[in-house]
């Protein structure tokens, strides 16, 4: 290869996206001057090569790599499980027009990086919304086909009937044809979709690694990890293969259930009977709302939230039985706010909120918030009512409540007439106390995507065994399928109402997040508390030193004594912005909610351009670096007098504590070392937006996926585009 094409590969394949798909296969990379494009050849999976224009590779062009690579995977598995010659011309087809449609969405999720000239006219046939019909497949074929060598069936002509079989798979298959950026996109809601201006989503999250970033934002949510984005990418890879040969479903069952399983490992169950998957905590509400409908007397459910104002906004909808969004997982349009069918007895569902902060701001206190808790439960039931009691463990600023003392009160004074749900969707805790609860008694819902740093928009309910019970004798509400399919439940009567087929999106997002909580299990438990001291301690004294910011004192978490337990530690640092204009001889005035929204999307953005080039360098370099952190949290001020103030948070996740792989070479303490500095950066960073804020608010930067400087641009068209709404 020549040397300026081989530095071209080389760079391409530092991009995490490229480099974990390049990892799944053993093609050779070489140039040809023949090569129009690029051509595959050989006839077995270990002599395969991937032949490139110098041109091309000379170009950059990514979605062109990203096409030979994809090709190039599931022409390997064909030629595994064949074992005559020619190849099956209907499975090169498939292969063929799959890799096509998963390059044209990924070069449209790079929006043309690299690119001297425009990308074919199949490019964007092929990334359309449904699939090209017969006759402009076989168009389509005739540029295809160049990339097969003779030997692999790149002469071949295949008759008009191949095509109209070809076109008949592919309108079953479309939407789970793709890269992995755009399949772990599905099987969500609205919050999932990419912003077609930043190719961010409404978490600020990207679908591909985001290596380049500063993130410590895992009490909200955040990109996927490079260990997360392989994991994926390996279901991924299986699942493009299993649909070449009509095997796709039995293939997301088989995986769906392994998930369960490994959830349940993880958390000391038996085995995944006992655990539900759910695209988020919001979904995992209503799920534990169906199973409480099916007390043993039927009785309507009181349900008692503590602070949903700290959880999730659409958490009181979906704890009355309603629908909590305009769309769900499965359905593209759904009237928020209106009852789901099957939800509720004739009485109905009622919702009982209780507060975790007095109205300027302060913890309320345990004793009266336990009391609260206890006279609503007393009124449900002497109204002949059923109670779901929460235990909220942590709140979105590292809040606990009710107490462990309390719930074993509640659960000696109330026994059957009560359920009890963890919402431990924060997931800050020892697994093996998280099993212990389910062992007990309490219903646990938990999620990958906060302190275990998966995508957002993985969630799953663990299932103590009178619940699990429940599922063999009563049936869901029927409404309830348009946000769960089979797949995701345990085998049950009670799912034979819902679709059988399998999110697949979820699936992927779960894959990624299990990946970062094995790694976890890795580490031993005395280790993780070291490393999170080391962090929290360091930023913490970089707050006091911050004139800009003031930490928020939270409680340390009160918790049953476990051996080597690390869960009784604040790894939420919660802190308000000083607002411009005020300094210290006015006392600390925070910055009101809506600023703080301000600030945090700022923080992601590269504010460079709004600098110029003649800064200072460090002042450049703050500028520059994208910054994701835990999203503004509401919290009373009396400084406001009693308005909200927003909370901005610092978290130390998962992620943190096990490294990247691509942290392997660097000793612990170096690589905290460089994770405080990283957060020193973030808080230089607020210092800088609240010193120039006039001048930013007139430019309102948009975040970004990567710094304007990086090669590797945002995309440009919304997954909506791409794949079409649900």
């Known amino acids: 290869m020549a040397q300026s094409s081989a530095i071209a590969v080389f760079h391409l394949l530092k991009r995490p996206d490229l480099r974990c798909v390049a990892d799944e296969t053993r093609v050779e990379i070489v140039t040809g001057r023949g090569a129009d494009s690029f051509t595959i050849s050989g006839k077995t999976p270990d002599r395969m090569r991937l032949i490139f224009a110098e041109r091309i590779l000379r170009t950059g062009t990514a979605w062109t790599l990203r096409h030979g690579l994809e090709l190039t995977l599931l022409v390997e598995d064909i030629l595994r499980r064949e074992t005559t010659a020619p190849l099956p011309l209907p499975l090169l087809l498939r292969a063929s027009f799959a890799a096509a449609r998963t390059a044209a969405l990924f070069e449209a999720l790079d929006g043309g990086a690299g690119q001297d000239t425009s990308p074919p006219v199949w490019v964007a046939l092929m990334g359309g919304v449904q699939p090209p019909s017969p006759g402009v497949l076989m168009t389509i074929w005739d540029t295809l086909k160049t990339h097969l060598s003779a030997e ?22 479309w939407s789970l044809i793709g890269p992995l950026e755009v399949l772990m996109a599905s099987g969500g809601d609205a919050r999932l979709r990419l912003d077609p201006r930043n190719g961010l989503n409404h978490y600020g999250c990207s679908h591909r690694p985001r290596p380049w970033a500063a993130t410590f934002a895992s009490s909200t949510a955040s990109s996927v990890s490079e260990r997360g984005f392989a994991a994926a990418e390996r279901v991924r890879i299986r699942l493009q293969r299993a649909l070449l040969y009509d095997c796709s479903h039995s293939m997301l069952i088989e995986t769906a259930g392994n998930i369960r399983n490994r959830l349940a490992r993880y958390y000391g169950l038996r085995d995944g009977e006992r655990v539900i998957l759910a695209p988020s905590g919001t979904d995992c509400e209503l799920a534990a709302l169906a199973i409480a409908e099916m007390n043993p007397a039927r009785k309507p459910v009181t349900n008692i939230l503590i602070a949903p104002e700290e959880t999730g906004r659409g958490v009181p909808l979906a704890a009355a039985g309603r629908h909590f969004a305009a769309d769900t997982a499965r359905s593209p349009h759904v009237p928020r706010g209106e009852a789901i069918e099957g939800f509720g007895p004739v009485a109905g569902n009622t919702v009982e909120e209780v507060r975790l902060r007095t109205p300027d701001g302060c913890e309320v206190d345990k004793t009266i918030l336990t009391a609260e808790c206890r006279a609503h439960m007393e009124r449900a039931i002497r109204a002949g009512r059923h109670v ?35 919402d431990a969707c924060q997931a800050r805790l020892m697994p093996s106390r998280i099993g212990g609860w389910v062992r007990a008694g309490r219903a646990v819902m938990i999620t990958g995507s906060k302190f275990f740093t998966g995508p957002p928009f993985c969630g799953a309910l663990l299932l103590p065994e009178a619940w699990r019970e429940r599922l063999d004798h009563d049936v869901l509400p029927a409404g309830l399928k348009a946000y769960a399919g089979c797949g995701e439940w345990p085998e049950c009567r009670a799912t034979r109402g819902l679709s059988d087929v399998v999110n697949h999106g979820l699936v992927l997002r779960w894959a990624a997040a299990l990946a970062e909580m094995e790694a976890l299990t890795s580490i031993p438990p005395l280790e993780i508390r070291w490393r999170l001291e080391r962090f929290l301690s360091g930023v913490r004294e970089a707050m006091t030193r911050c004139p800009d910011v003031l930490l928020l004192e939270t409680p340390t978490p009160v918790r049953a004594i476990l051996p080597d337990s690390w869960d009784d530690m604040t790894t939420i640092l919660s802190f308000l912005v000083r607002a411009p204009g005020h300094d210290a001889k006015d006392g600390f005035i925070p910055l009101e909610l809506e600023k703080a929204r301000q600030l945090y999307h700022w923080l992601n953005a590269d504010l460079r351009p709004v600098f110029g080039p003649d800064e200072p360098e460090r002042e450049s370099e703050v500028a520059g670096l994208l910054c994701h952190i835990g999203q503004p949290v509401a919290v009373p001020s009396r400084a ?33 070392a460089r994770e405080i500095a990283d957060a020193r950066m973030i808080l230089a960073k607020i210092s800088l937006i609240c010193h120039h804020w006039e001048r930013i608010a007139r430019y309102d930067p948009l975040p970004t996926y990567a710094p304007a400087t990086l090669p590797v641009p945002a995309p440009v068209r919304s997954l909506s585009q791409q794949n079409g709404e649900k």
Request: aromatic content about 6%.
């Open 388 to 422: 779901l009691l929460h235990q909220l463990d942590l709140s979105k600023t590292g809040l606990l409540a009710p107490n462990e003392t309390a719930l074993e009160t509640f659960s000696r004074a109330f026994g059957p007439e009560c359920d009890i749900v963890v």
């Open 152 to 173: 692999a069936g790149g002469e071949a002509t295949p008759p008009l009937p191949l095509f109209e079989a070809l076109f008949s798979w592919l309108t079953k298959t």
């Open 640 to 672: 406001l007098d009693g308005e909200n103030a927003g909370a901005l948070r610092i978290s130390a996740g998962a992620r943190l504590i096990s490294g990247e792989p691509v942290h392997a070479d660097l000793s612990t303490e170096v690589r905290l």
